[in-house]
């Protein structure tokens, strides 16, 4: 269903930073208008008063959140908000005819009582659950092509899934031998105010949290049984970086089947052959965030160790682009029968 027509976005969630890098890289798309910047918590207010760097570049005052107000404005809803919010608002605007691409974690996970037990609220509807594609665009684009509600991943996820996807899918990896060492900059905690990020709490320190807790870890759980037809259960820790942006997992699995290092390289090339945002490092080479700073893309390298047969992958991304807003657009880009880079095909900010 491709098509040039103009296509009109509403951004609910515009104050945080998921939504506000909604906005800045959705100014720049060729075929979105952005029609309705909305907060339930700043209606009234421009939202050039919370981001001053949107001065004179979108002059917009913040609505509040009014189905029917959005309906007559947009044709898609980007849902930028907190868990619990998006599983109340989804089902509204879908049942209005509108396009729903989530970034919460409201509709990634099919079992309601695993959703309650991680994130700690009331699951959505399994009806609109069940309708929601999981949006991790490298694999399942073919499922997004065309689709009306799309679940975005989460930023953990999809560095961590991205490493893992090929070798997976392939049966190549002991399922049970994953580890993930993943770690985040602070923006990945959102723009709220709390102990945990306070400048001289995270300045200069670096640290672990959630462990053996962390919400995502069903998340990646999920997709890797689905890949691989059973089921799997890894350790994965997150760590905090004193930085703004970026996700750097460090993956180490065990392979089933002695390989070399170049015929896993060999896989992962393969494998996201013609995929645009995934960029495999050549051999004795590995990524760093402030490669991908300020992009859609998610680099990967890999080093295998003949002494112990592990392998160990390593993949970046920015996590507010590539694992949020990014993504997002990916997706709709996907949904609409665009080319997946429109309006993402810029280079990384360096340094």
Partial sequence: MSTTTTLRAAIIGSTGYGGVELIRLLLAHPHVAITSVISSSSAGAPIADGYPHLNQILTDRLDAIDVELI??????????????????????????????????????????????????????????????VYGLAEVFGEEVHGAEFISNPGCYPTATLLGLAPLAANGWIDLKSIIVDAKSGVSGAGRGLSLLVHYSEINENFLAYKVNKHQHTPEIEQVLGRLAGEEVVMTFTTHLVPMTRGILSTIYVNLKEQRTEDEVLELFRSYYAGRKFVRIRDKGKWPATKEVWGSNYCDIGISLDPRTGRLTVISVIDNVV?????????????????????????????P
């Fill in 322 to 350: 590539k694992g949020a807003a990014g993504q997002a657009i990916q997706n709709l880009n996907l949904m609409m029968g665009w080319d997946e880079a429109t309006g993402l095909a810029f280079t990384p900010v360096y």
């Fill in 71 to 132: 309906r007559g404005k947009a044709d898609v809803v980007f849902l930028a908000t907190p868990h619990g919010v998006a599983s109340e608002l989804a089902p509204k605007f879908l049942d209005a005819g509108l396009k729903v691409i989530d970034i919460s974690g409201d509709f990634r996970l099919t079992n309601g009582e695993t959703y309650e037990q991680w994130y700690k609220h009331k699951p959505a509807d399994p009806a609109y659950v069940e309708r929601a």
